[in-house]
């Protein structure tokens, strides 16, 4: 067999292969985001076709003082979600990470469960926890302010509360990759530090932490990416409110969409979203990677 042949041969192929992944990239995602694109500049409804309006939609946003509500309160989420997580993370690592055998399964099984749960289940315990008459944390929070509160229905607890409720569900995710980071360190380094006469503040420090660093970038960049799309807890536990305070941007999104059947807009939103994500994202990751490095 030629040279030629072989090669077509290995091209027909390896694009035998890929056909499948190509066909379900395209159908199921390439084509979706080209069609929210070009709604984006549009006055369309969620099914059908519009008229072409240009940047009207963006100009729109502009002065839509709920954007900027909804904006602001993703970047709040993010802020009470995303190194806290990180920090929690990283401290249960470490102490799992010491111990062993069927101790350390177990211990990690337990961090891990939370996050096999659906966001339905994970919602509906935590509103039955923090229930206003019957929650078993209520005393817990009456303790602290000396009443008890609808956390999930006040301005100043909801997105708090939230975030709590995000953090002990996702986290299991961050605690094994931040073990997979550990275990990934070479013994020798602790031995060899520890005959340097290292302290274990300084092992870590010294060893463990710049090891450990590119995966703790990581970490916080799936954080960020993934509390900027909050929707699923905000909806099922406080509904956006109590006066929007809990508001975000997919909520947004999913009003004029579904509910008032504003594609063409809610394509603009979801737009800004997504080049809101892109950015932060990048930016983000970019800084942990200089940092990493000094």
């Known amino acids: 067999m030629s040279r030629n042949k072989r090669e077509a ?4 192929s390896a694009l035998l292969l890929v056909a499948p992944f190509l066909f379900v990239f395209v159908v199921f995602f390439l084509y979706p985001t080209y069609r929210v694109v070009v709604m984006s500049f549009t006055d369309s409804p969620l099914i059908g076709d519009g008229e072409w309006v240009g940047l009207a939609n963006y100009a729109m946003l502009l002065g839509d003082k709920l954007f900027y ?3 602001w309160n993703n970047f709040y989420f993010v802020l009470l979600t995303v190194v806290p997580t990180t920090i929690i993370a990283l401290l249960i690592a470490l102490a799992v990470n010491n111990l062993s055998g069927r101790v350390q399964a ?3 099984t337990l961090f891990f ?24 944390l209520q005393p817990l929070i009456a303790s602290i302010t000396g009443r008890p509160i609808a956390v999930f229905k006040d301005p100043y607890w909801v997105m708090p509360m939230i975030a709590v409720v995000t953090i ?3 986290n299991g995710f961050n605690v094994l ?7 990934n360190i070479p013994e020798d380094l602790y031995e060899a530090a520890a ?3 290292a302290t274990a503040w300084q092992r870590f420090w010294r060893v463990t932490w710049p090891l450990l660093w590119p995966v703790t970038a990581l970490v916080l960049t799936l954080q960020l990416i993934l509390q900027l799309k909050l929707f699923d807890q905000v909806y099922l536990l406080s509904k956006g409110g109590p006066f929007n305070r809990s508001y975000v941007l997919l909520m947004q999104m999913y009003r004029e969409a ?3 059947n504003h594609g063409g807009y809610a394509s603009a939103i979801a737009m800004v979203q997504f080049a809101t994500i892109m950015i932060v994202s990048v930016l983000q990751f970019q800084l942990l990677r200089i940092g990493g490095r000094k």
Request: charged share 10%.
């Open 195 to 197: 005959l340097d006469g």
């Open 69 to 71: 509500t909804s904006l």
């Open 258 to 260: 579904f509910q008032l």
């Open 9 to 12: 041969r290995e091209l027909r």
């Open 168 to 170: 002990w569900w996702t």
């Open 113 to 136: 469960m939370p996050y096999v749960l659906p966001v339905s289940v994970v919602t509906m315990i935590w509103a039955w926890m923090f229930d206003f008459q019957f929650g078993v």
């Open 177 to 183: 990759l931040l073990i997979a980071g550990l275990r």
């Open 106 to 108: 177990l211990v990690l």
